[in-house]
Nanobody
Framework: QVQLVESGGGLVQPGGSLRLSCAAS????????MSWHRQALGKERELVAV????????NYADSVKGRFTISRDNAKNTVYLQMNSLKPEDTGVYYC?????????WGQGTQVTVSS
């Protein structure tokens, strides 16, 4: 049974940091490209960051470049998103996704709220 479980969300002040984790099970994690997406209230879900399976090359949305870092630990079947210098516009539900060929798996999401 495939599972992606996000954790680490919460309420943080502008300028603060959070580290999200996504623990995977039920599939061969190391073969999958992993990504983080977010969805703000009333808006479409958008890609935040992606990390490849074999090369671990990364890519980021322009809005988070230089502030967010995606990483993965294949031994722990976990992908992370380190978020620094958070802004109110980073508020939303953050989802992790696993992709291999035509297969996509999504987690249930974790809420991030950036507010003073």
């Amino acid at each position: 049974q495939v599972q992606l479980v996000e954790s680490g969300g919460g309420l943080v002040q502008p300028g603060g940091s959070l580290r999200l984790s996504c623990a995977a099970s039920g599939f061969t994690f190391s073969r999958y490209t992993m990504s983080w997406h977010r969805q703000a209230l009333g808006k479409e879900r958008e890609l935040v960051a992606v990390i490849a399976s074999a090369t671990t090359s990364t890519n980021y949305a322009d809005s988070v470049k230089g502030r967010f870092t995606i990483s993965r630990d294949n031994a722990k079947n976990t992908v992370y998103l380190q978020m620094n210098s958070l802004k109110p516009e980073d508020t939303g539900v953050y989802y992790c996704k696993a992709r291999f060929s035509l297969l996509d798996y999504w987690g249930q999401g974790t809420q991030v709220t950036v507010s003073s």
